[in-house]
């Protein structure tokens, strides 16, 4: 390199030549130190042209050692030092110094430039500067030659001033060290977090010890193991060996063929003798690690593709001593390198990072630069659609760059997402130029490997290239592949390997699999991922079989979908599967496959349940939109897609979208099947609960009467389709107090329910409880306590003690107890249930906040507000992430905090969490609804306890009429609120 030292500086920092006269101080000191002139890139000329003054600046990195940055708030500004920075820093492993090629100067005062948090506020490349060992010579650029009389001043100086000219000197020590390896690669970008494990790795000072560089084929381990030896080169003074092991079997007969790059010439006894020639070699690098500091050599084994050339007893004839190091590059994986052996390390090395991958396409491109942000975008989506495959990555820079005059970035990503692999392998045989690798073609350098695999674990591999790329279900693959193989499907008796895990261990071992992380209770993993370029290449190779393949994959996954979908997600071994499901539905339906939204809507259902409502709403939305593609807009299936989504967009309060939705699909069934069909029945049941959620009672009682008559109609009176439906209508009657009206209903839904289903059904449980509630609401609650113990009796039984639906009965069954002063029995009740559902459900969902909400009113109940505040709060918090801000349940919780801060005499902090809570119900519900009466009445008390008289009275005036025009003037909160 012809310059020693790049300087990187602001021009309005050097008005004053203040860099200038220090710049020439470094000369001086360093001709002083090493006894000859330093030679320096110091642009001072005014930038014209930007291509030229950016070529000359690129031309100056490139060729220089060591870069000085002198920081200042100018040069932290200025896109132009950015951009030098960076792009030295792409380059720094070509010098030798990774991480210490840059010596920034603290040259004036920067704001927080000390403060510990200055890397979380700053920009990536600001970060990165200040991490490297800077200098503080602020003084020197305020005071100028004054400052150094100062004698702390000119040691930091005369220490500077030595690090530039050691690290200038150790990268010349570089360009003099020994070896044979392949030269640098202009093109290497990046990869330092895997140089840097490499380094650890080899460096570890565990004598005897070799670290295999392992992965697929094309993933750059030979390119990093070389760039390695460039790095890290200083380390090496007896040099650094390559050795080609390709096909060798013999690691004796492949070091000897260093004989003639180490300049041996052997004996006449020494050519006939193997073991001679071992002997010789190795005491050829011997003699010049000990004649050259660091007395040390590096041997690359690189393309070790026989496991035999590493087994134990070849390699421990190495020199287990300090003063070699040993790498082999190699497509095996430890399952094929005896791993269990305590004399070997492994690295592997998958994708390129994707910003390294963009920087390496770039770096082909005419003046190493994409000729605008709209071919940069291009090639980063090339680079996600290559899934930064190394080799592929590189062969798609390699056309880019030898056409770049015919072809844009652009255009060949259009190519790439018509042709697919078919069209990177055609891209590869277009160009001229060659890659590092040799091979061009994928499916050329991944075919040793897979020759390798056995028939199951090429089966597996022909599901696992099916399945979403980032998703790969592995008990799915094992349920298929034991069809064919039913060994695989047992697990192993004790004291036997298991085959299963076997195929695993090959399949992860050489990288065609890698775990995520999602792993059984034994640490067994349960879902992987694999390259999409992998995939591609197996479903092409798969040929007529690929059909069969699709078709037995599908049929496994339909069933595991239904099972998931009817209340397998309750289980908390069964939940890990609805990820894949979920991603293998999304794959399914952009795929325009068979049963594609059948898929999406059984997934819909379970993250429902669990809260996940934003992947269930994405998930349910896009069915919607494929159905309607598929079968028109008027198709029976889409109103059930048109349900499922107003079911979804109810719950999270939006109800103003879910409401045209329901009408909707209530008018295709009609047309579709008549107005006396069961599904009309449902939509009827579906709108008129939106309805009764929003207050208009008087026009979802019709509906309900309608569904009822219509099931009955269908099914006879002693259905339990018709029990849902008096259900529904029964709880109308309670809402409007007509509570005479509804307990008949209530009972008779219960009879249904015990004859057609049995008296230990869910259902019957659901029916008790109902009845229950009703009962409690006529104050006879004697009569509804044994209904709510036998419904929890029957729920734990056919449930399991651990269901969510047994934390609601539990639930209602302490609420009972808490309304009759029997607190010491439902505290432990309700501290189950909470429990229940935070292990079922995770500790932010939903339920976990109404279980909250509950212990936290009991334990105010027994005047320990200390303990119920951070209960309160904590469901308020879950509420708002689930639901978002503006929910009817937000408004709950806001009205329960608020209830409690007023007990505690803090009225100021509660009533803003009252209007709030207001704010939300008029929103949600109008003007005229009960819950905004509750809020009202909430209001009014308030500022009744503040002597806020004049404001107290209208409140109270309006919550009596809302409560008479929607209850009935002979409801209970009618007296209630006029007595108030």
Request: contains cysteine; glycine residues 6%; hydrophobic residues 40%.
């Amino acid at each position: 390199m012809p310059y020693g030292l790049f300087i990187s500086y602001s021009r309005r920092d050097n008005q004053e030549k203040r860099i200038t006269e220090f710049v020439e101080r470094i000369g001086r000191d360093f001709e002083s130190f090493a006894g000859r002139p330093l030679r320096r890139f110091f642009d001072v000329s005014d930038i014209q042209g930007m291509d030229d003054w950016r070529h000359r600046i690129l031309q100056g990195l490139r060729e220089s050692r060591l870069l000085l940055a002198f920081v200042s708030p100018n040069y932290l500004q200025s896109e132009y030092c950015e951009w030098e920075f960076n792009e030295y820093v792409k380059n720094e492993v070509a010098r030798a110094l990774v991480g210490e090629g840059v010596a920034p100067i603290y040259f004036v005062e920067v704001s927080g430039w000390q403060d510990k948090d200055f890397d979380q506020r700053s920009p990536e490349w600001i970060a990165e500067l200040r991490r490297r060992q800077h200098f503080d010579l602020r003084a020197l650029f305020h005071e100028g030659e004054q400052a150094l009389r100062d004698v702390e001043v000119q040691g930091r100086i005369a220490k500077l001033n030595q690090r530039i000219a050691e690290r200038i000197q150790r990268g010349e020590r570089f360009e003099q060290s020994l070896g044979n390896v392949d030269a640098h690669n202009a093109h290497f970008i990046g990869r330092k977090t895997e140089l840097r494990r490499l380094e650890e790795a080899v460096a570890l000072k565990k004598i005897g010890v070799l670290t295999a560089v392992h992965g697929l084929g094309g993933m750059g381990k030979t390119a990093l193991a070389i760039e390695y030896a460039h790095a890290f080169a200083p380390e090496y003074g007896g040099g650094r060996w390559q050795v080609p092991c390709e096909g060798r079997e013999d690691l004796v007969v492949a070091v000897t063929t260093l004989a003639s790059a180490l300049g041996v010439e052997f004996s006449d006894a020494e050519k006939i003798d193997t073991e001679l020639q071992w002997e010789r070699v190795l005491a050829e690098l011997r003699r010049l690690a000990d004649a050259r500091e660091p007395h040390r050599c590096l041997l690359i084994l690189d393309n070790v593709d026989r496991p035999a050339l590493l087994e134990p007893a070849q390699t421990q004839r190495l020199p287990a001593a300090d003063w070699l190091h040993v790498i082999a590059t190699t497509r095996l994986g430890e399952n094929d390198l005896f791993a269990r052996h305590k004399d070997r390390a492994f690295l592997a090395v998958d994708e390129i990072p994707e910003a390294d991958a963009l920087d390496l396409i770039e770096s082909y491109q005419p003046g190493g630069k994409f000729s605008s942000v709209a071919e940069r975008e291009a090639a980063q989506e090339i680079v996600r659609l290559l899934g930064c495959f190394t080799l592929a990555v590189e062969t798609a820079a390699v056309f880019l760059g030898q056409f770049a005059g015919d072809v844009t970035c652009a255009a060949f990503l259009e190519r790439l997402k018509q042709e697919g692999l078919e069209g990177l392998e055609s891209a590869a045989s277009e160009t001229s130029e060659g890659v590092r690798h040799g091979e061009k073609r994928l499916t050329a350098t991944l075919q040793p490997t897979l020759e390798r695999l056995g028939d199951e674990e090429k089966l597996a591999l022909s599901y696992a290239a099916l399945l979403p790329a980032d998703q790969v279900a592995l008990l799915w693959i094992r349920a298929l592949v034991a069809k064919q193989f039913p060994e695989l499907g047992q697990d192993a008796e004790r004291g036997h390997p298991d085959p299963w895990r076997n195929v695993l261990r090959r399949l992860f071992s050489l990288r065609l699999c890698q775990a995520t992380g999602v792993v059984d209770d034994d640490g067994q993993p349960l879902v992987a991922r694999m390259h999409r370029l992998l995939q591609e290449l197996m479903q092409n190779a798969a040929g007529k079989h690929a059909e069969i393949f699709e078709a037995a994959l599908l049929a496994h996954v339909k069933s595991r979908a239904a099972f998931l979908g009817e209340g397998g997600w309750v289980r908390h071994e069964n939940r890990w599967e609805l990820r894949p499901l979920a991603a293998f539905a999304w794959h399914w339906m952009e795929r325009g496959s068979q049963d594609r939204t059948y898929l999406a809507n059984q997934a819909c259902v379970a993250f429902h349940h669990l809260g996940n409502f934003a992947e269930s709403e994405g998930l349910s939305r896009r069915a919607l939109e494929i159905d309607e593609q598929s079968f028109g807009p008027d198709h029976p299936v889409v109103a059930n897609d048109l349900n499922n989504l107003a079911q979804l967009l109810q719950e999270t309060n939006q109800t103003a979208g879910a409401e045209p939705l329901m009408r909707r699909a209530l008018a295709i069934d009609e047309q579709s099947f008549g107005p006396d069909h069961p599904n009309v029945a449902r939509d009827l049941n579906n709108l008129a609960t939106l309805l009764k959620a929003t207050n208009r009672l008087a026009g979802a009682e019709p509906l309900m009467r309608r569904a009822l008559a219509i099931d009955e109609q269908n099914f006879g009176p002693e259905h339990p389709n018709v029990a849902i439906s008096l259900n529904n209508l029964a709880s109308l009657l309670q809402d409007t107090n007509r509570l005479a009206e509804a307990e008949p209903l209530t009972r008779r839904a219960l009879a249904i329910d015990e004859q057609s289903l049995g008296p230990d059904h869910p259902d019957v449980a659901l029916d008790l409880n109902n009845l229950a509630q009703l009962l409690k609401a006529t104050n006879r609650l004697a009569e509804a306590e044994p209904l709510m113990r036998r419904a929890l009796a029957i729920a734990e039984q056919s449930l399991g003690f651990e269901h969510p639906n047994v934390a609601i009965r539990l639930n209602n069954l302490a609420r009972l107890l808490q309304d009759t002063n029997r607190l010491a029995e439902a505290e432990p009740l309700m501290r189950r249930a909470f429990q229940i559902s935070e292990q079922s459900f995770g500790p932010d969902h939903p339920e976990v906040a109404r279980d909250l909400n509950n212990l936290a009113q009991l334990l105010q109940d027994t005047n320990r507000l200390e303990e119920a505040e951070p209960l309160m709060r904590r469901a308020l918090e879950i509420d708002e992430r689930s639901f978002g801000p503006e929910h009817p349940e937000v408004a709950k919780g806001l009205g329960n905090l608020a209830g409690l801060l007023r007990e505690t005499n803090r009225l100021a902090e509660a009533e803003p969490l009252v209007r709030r809570a207001l704010a939300i119900d008029e929103q949600s519900f109008g003007p005229d609804h009960p819950e905004v009466a509750r809020d009202l009445n909430n209001l009014a008390q308030l500022l009744k306890a503040t002597n806020r008289l004049a404001e107290t009275e209208p409140l109270m005036r309006r919550v009596v009429e809302i409560f008479e025009n929607s209850l009935g003037k002979d409801h209970p909160n009618v007296a209630l609120a006029s007595t108030t």
